[in-house]
């Protein structure tokens, strides 16, 4: 895919600078490139796209400027799943694509700790503590299947195997 179909492709483009832009402004080196289709002169048309995109992919490669696919995105949203992200609305907001419930992996490992609540690690990395003090019937197994899915009021289920669902929080 070359730079500017990639670039029209890209859901969200973020910048790095320590402060979230509001959701509705882009970022100015996006909006320097998209201003140039107004020019009538192809070749000051074509200088422009040409300076815009030199100063684009130079933010980009210093990290200034973030461009993401929307397969790119589904997966920072799911490695980001059960983290409370209210910093980034637009990059994780109402953007077409869709809302992450739930995810489905393996167990990695579970551990029990002094006060009989688990720690269980997932195959995709992430680390979830119970915060109910409800018992698994089941004891969890290295493979097991699991499925972490939101609930109310902004907390989460596990079912790990066949275990009824826990009370857990990312870590």
Do not use: H
Not at 17 to 35: I, M, V, Y
Not at 49 to 70: N, P
Request: some cysteine; overall charge positive; glycine content about 8%.
């Amino acid at each position: 895919m070359s730079f500017i179909s990639g670039l029209a492709a890209a859901v969200a483009v973020a910048s790095l600078s320590g402060q979230a832009a509001p959701p509705q402004e882009r970022a100015e080196t996006l909006s320097r490139l998209t201003a140039c289709r107004a020019i009538a002169d192809s070749a000051a048309r074509l200088s422009c796209y040409d300076t815009a995109v030199s100063a684009l992919d130079s933010a980009e490669r210093q990290g200034e400027v973030v461009v993401m696919d929307r397969a790119q995105l589904g997966e920072a949203r799911r490695q980001l799943f059960g983290f409370e992200m209210p910093t980034l609305p637009r990059l994780f907001g109402a953007d077409g694509a869709a809302q992450i419930d739930s995810i489905e992996t393996t167990l990695q490992s579970a551990t029990q700790n002094a006060d009989n609540r688990w720690v269980f690690r997932l195959a995709d990395g992430g680390v979830w503590r119970q915060i109910d003090s409800d018992p698994l019937r089941i004891r969890p197994r290295q493979g097991d299947a699991v499925r972490v899915r939101k609930a109310s009021l902004g907390s989460f289920l596990m079912t790990v195997g066949g275990s009824r669902a826990v009370r857990v929080r990312r870590q």
